[in-house]
């Protein structure tokens, strides 16, 4: 192993982390309706355990409503019984072959509520990167111990490690104020 294999899988973790945090936010609701939401809603299809799209044509009818298309008609009251489930708050009710999931307009009670949740998530976002430097910088003293780099080369590529570091936080704060202005947009 070398520096550079040690930054690349720190670089490459770092990302991995944001993509987790960003994934994580798409799911927290807003006032607005979009189909991220319904994404880890899981369906029983034919036995097996699959995620909403998976299993149908998740579309925006409105500002305020989803529609939810199954590919297979048989399937509308277990797609139904599942968004119920799902504990989103979410009431679904179906119009022939299509299930209308309107989203409630959020109190500000709630706004407060989601914001905190976005910074719970930053947070660990945060504390998944700074550990992945920590791991990093262990690497690079053990590349020292086995005389496979230098003292200098190790405190460079530290440094070079902490600027990695501070650009992912910077970017995970970037998100959650992005986020925090969608949440309290009425």
């Known amino acids: 192993m070398s520096i550079a294999d040690v930054r690349k899988n720190t670089e490459t973790r770092m990302l991995k982390s944001l993509e987790t ?5 798409a799911k927290v609701r807003t ?3 979009h189909t991220g939401i319904l994404d880890h809603v899981q369906v029983e299809s034919y036995g097996v355990m699959s995620a909403l799209p998976n299993v ?9 409503t989803i529609g939810v298309k199954p590919f297979d008609k048989k399937q509308l009251a277990a797609i139904e019984k599942a968004i119920r489930d799902a504990d989103l708050g979410l009431n679904p009710s179906t119009q022939g072959d299509i299930i209308r ?6 109190t500000e009670e709630r706004r407060k509520e989601m914001v905190k949740l ?20 262990e690497a690079l ?8 780099c230098s003292e200098d080369d190790e405190r460079r590529a530290q440094d070079d490690i902490q600027k990695l570091t501070d650009k992912s936080v910077a970017e995970v704060d970037k998100q959650v104020v992005d986020k925090e202005k ?3 947009t009425v």
């Open 101 to 106: 999931v309107p989203t409630p307009a959020m």
């Open 31 to 33: 006032g607005r309706a």
């Open 182 to 184: 969608e949440i309290l």
């Open 118 to 137: 976005v910074k719970g998530e930053a947070e660990d976002a945060k504390i998944a990167i700074r550990n992945i430097r920590r791991d990093a910088n």
């Open 141 to 148: 003293k053990k590349l020292v111990k086995d005389k496979e």
């Open 56 to 64: 149908a044509n998740l579309t925006l009818l409105d500002a305020r």
């Open 21 to 25: 945090l960003r994934a994580d936010l």
